[in-house]
């Protein structure tokens, strides 16, 4: 990459059109990117204000745990989209199946558990939690069908099209069902364990998302029980597809079958001398949120080690069966699990989709995925450089993905092997449990470095990976803690401290995302690496509250959640809202992953009606109603879902004619503002500024990959129709990323 400079003009003039090839392609076209908000005051009233609106009526907000399933099945959108290479369409597919799965373990749990406890606490939207959970049930049923409709009607044949096949039992050759015997003999009964059920065998507890198998019998075993019913645990162990070898499969094709499709055809195999009435697979997924509570814990760790245990065998909240399963069977389960009718799902597949993510890794067909590119770095971090001697010459924005992340991981191995580096400071929330940071950090408490890491152990489903790597880091000699009980330690921070002739220098990263180099390939985030000494003392002192104790300490430029972040984004809403009462020109563009925060909701309400411009980029939940006249009608909100998951947060406020803008790990959230330790760090350096802006401005003339939201809580695909295509990650791909 060239400069920051370069990059804009890039930025400013790529136009890409929407197709299935590598988004690293040359752009097709060299029409501009239209400009933004080219009027003086931005846009006006279309309608009076109106000063007596109560902004706290119900009837302004969507109901979270609704907007959060909307996202789901835009997710979902994706698998149609033919812009996405075939298998990434499955994917999309795939991922909708997780992202339910993690719905129904904490959001659906939830709204259960208020119900359980006849808790009737509504949120800003003023639904009651049974009317919430009807409205899930319904749109959940629709859409789950919809997927397996997609699945079998469009994208099995079409990868059957691209010579990659899935073989139900009906299709089997001979020569495949004697392979099959065979595997089933030696890899998959001596692992399995049948449970019949009879008064000295009671229905077993299964573990979360596991499948399972319920059989009816005929007949007598061998000590005289006559045959009922028996729940067959399929093995973790055991892969959910299996690939069929080369030589059995139709030339030319990748052949795969189901794990299941092989214990249906021989599961009277399992029970010897009884005859297999019926074998339906089933699946339950249970409360999976885990709850410590800091009054009656005295060591984290272990408690949330017992709490892992437990989160296998929470409470069930959804029953997926096969369609075939008799009514009578899939009634028995439901009492079994003490669900309702409601949490019933039948589905045409596979019950664990998500597990078919291994025919993504395994099947070797580049031409049916995206293709690889190699992000870009910055010509002032290239090697020889050093990354520190960088710093110090000006500040560093990285935009991933299309930025590499690797600039950061060299920062830290530098600091690790300069024997005039004296600290490290590092906040780790997911990062992995073998990643080129947690290795740099182990290396220099082994160089004899003051290395403190703040690892979060409550962030939900990495709480394993975060348990071991703590331990990892204590053995290494680094000084590991939790951070502050009744509050999650979420900001991106990493501090290093040298000695430089004479006299300490100060160095930090500030982050979006996580210090995790994978996900830094998939989501899009900042990374600014920084020598600002103000900046830098900044981070210092939320490092020195988080491992010590002490009245809050005056913090220069960053804001800090739980103290100043919320207080001073209401501040600088309003301060747009002031320009906008004097006739000036006001925007604020806010680009996060979810907006529910009901004093942001009003503040950003009250600059609308002022006539400020708003642009919100919300990826996910949004409880913001835009549109509405007298109230919200210069609000606008999109999401955008496309090849990358769009991670940043940033703020832009127009802050009249002198531009602010702010990175931040978090989003406008309750429990970000509220209840975590975040960061929020301006762009000092007027270019960097400014290049961030273009980003978000590409973001708003997106036309192939976002989604307008609208009044009624619906949201519709922008469609390029006789304009150029643009797509925002194909732009910024092209603009960063490193050239072919």
């Given at each position: ?7 804009n ?41 109106d ?8 009837s ?47 959001r ?14 509504t949120?800003?939207?003023?639904r ?28 099995i ?18 020569q ?49 029980r ?58 339950l ?12 814990v ?32 899939s009634?028995f ?11 019933l ?23 049916l ?14 090697q ?25 991981e ?33 290396e220099?408490?082994?160089?004899g ?113 739980p ?9 600088m ?85 002198k ?13 970000n503002m ?67």
């Open positions: 990459m060239e400069d920051a400079q370069s990059d003009a890039t930025i400013e003039h790529a136009t890409l059109g929407k197709s299935d090839v590598s988004m690293s392609d040359a752009p097709q076209a060299d029409t501009p990117v239209p400009r933004l908000n080219q009027t003086r005051t931005g846009i006006k009233p279309k309608a009076m204000p000063p007596e609106a109560d902004l706290t009526d119900p302004l907000y969507f109901n979270r745990e609704l907007s959060h399933l909307q996202f789901n099945i835009r997710v979902l959108e994706q698998a149609l989209d033919q812009a996405h290479p075939l298998l990434n369409r499955l994917m999309f597919l795939l991922i909708f199946s997780s992202n339910m799965d993690e719905f129904f373990e904490i659906v749990a939830g709204l259960k558990s208020q119900l359980a406890l006849g808790d009737d606490t949120g800003a939207d003023g009651s939690p049974r009317s919430v959970l009807d409205e899930i049930s319904k749109i959940a049923h629709e859409h789950v069908e919809r997927q397996y409709r997609i699945l079998n009607e469009q994208l044949p079409a990868m059957e099209a691209h010579n990659i096949r899935f073989r139900r039992r009906g299709d089997w050759t001979k495949q069902r004697k392979w099959v015997h065979d595997y089933f003999s030696t890899e998959i009964i001596p692992v399995v364990s049948p449970i019949g059920l009879d008064p000295s065998h009671p229905f077993p507890r299964l573990v979360n998302k596991s499948l399972n198998f319920i059989v009816e019998l005929e007949g007598k075993d061998a000590f005289g006559e045959g009922g019913l028996a729940i067959l645990p399929a093995p973790r162990s055991l892969p959910r597809v299996i690939a069929l070898p080369e030589e059995l499969c139709e030339e030319g094709f990748t052949e795969y079958l189901f794990l299941s499709s092989m214990i249906h055809a021989h599961a009277d195999e399992v029970f010897p001398g009884m005859k297999v009435k019926g074998c339906y697979q089933f699946r997924t249970r409360n999976a949120d885990m709850t410590v509570d800091p009054e009656e005295s060591d984290l760790a272990s408690a949330l080690r017992g709490e892992l245990l437990a989160r296998r065998y929470g409470s069930g909240v959804r029953l997926e069966v096969a369609d075939n399963c008799p009514e009578e069977l009634d389960l439901i009492k079994q699990f003490q669900l309702e009718p409601s949490d799902y039948r589905v045409n597949g596979p019950v664990n989709l998500t597990r078919m993510m291994s025919v993504l890794g395994d099947a070797d067909r580049p031409d995925m995206y293709r690889s590119f190699t992000p870009g770095v910055p010509k002032q971090v290239k020889p450089n050093s990354i520190m001697q960088s710093m110090q010459e000006g500040d560093i924005l990285l935009h991933h993905p299309f930025q590499s992340f690797t600039p950061v060299d920062l830290l191995r530098e600091a690790a092997r300069d024997p005039d580096v004296l600290a490290i400071k590092q906040t780790l929330y997911r990062t992995g449990a073998d990643s080129p940071i947690v290795n740099a950090l182990v220099a408490a082994g160089q470095k003051e290395v403190t890491v703040v690892i979060e152990l409550r962030a939900r489903f990495d709480e394993a990976d975060n348990l071991a790597l703590a331990s990892r880091l204590q053995e290494a000699g680094a000084i590991v803690i939790y951070g502050v009980m009744a509050y999650k330690t979420h900001a991106k921070m990493m501090h290093i401290v040298r000695r430089e002739k004479g006299a300490l220098r100060h160095y930090a990263h500030l982050g979006t995302g996580n210090y995790h180099s994978k996900t830094a390939k998939l989501y899009t985030d900042y990374s600014l690496l920084t020598a600002d000494p103000v900046l830098c003392a900044d981070v210092h002192k939320v490092f020195q509250q988080l491992s010590g104790m002490g009245r809050t300490r005056q913090i220069e430029k960053l804001l800090h959640a103290f100043t972040l919320h207080e001073r984004v209401v501040e809403i309003e301060r747009e809202a002031s320009y906008a009462r004097k006739g000036k020109r006001a925007h604020i563009i806010v680009k996060c992953n979810s907006l529910t925060e009901p004093k942001l909701i009003q503040a950003l309400y009250r600059a609308s009606q002022a006539g400020v411009e708003c642009d919100l980029i919300i990826r996910g939940m949004c409880c913001l109603r835009p549109g509405l006249p007298g109230i919200s009608e210069n609000i606008r909100v999109r999401s955008v879902i496309g090849r990358f998951l769009e991670h940043t947060r940033v703020f832009h406020f127009h802050n009249d004619g531009p602010e803008i702010w990175g931040s790990s978090a989003d406008f959230m309750a429990r509220f209840h975590r330790v975040e960061t929020c760090f301006p762009l000092l350096d007027k270019k960097l500024a400014a290049r961030v802006r273009k980003d978000l401005e590409t973001y708003l003339v997106d036309n192939c990959q976002s989604w307008l939201l609208q009044a009624d809580g619906t949201y519709i695909k922008q469609d390029p129709g006789e304009a150029a295509p643009i797509s925002a990650q194909e732009t910024l791909l092209y603009a960063y990323a490193a050239r072919a």
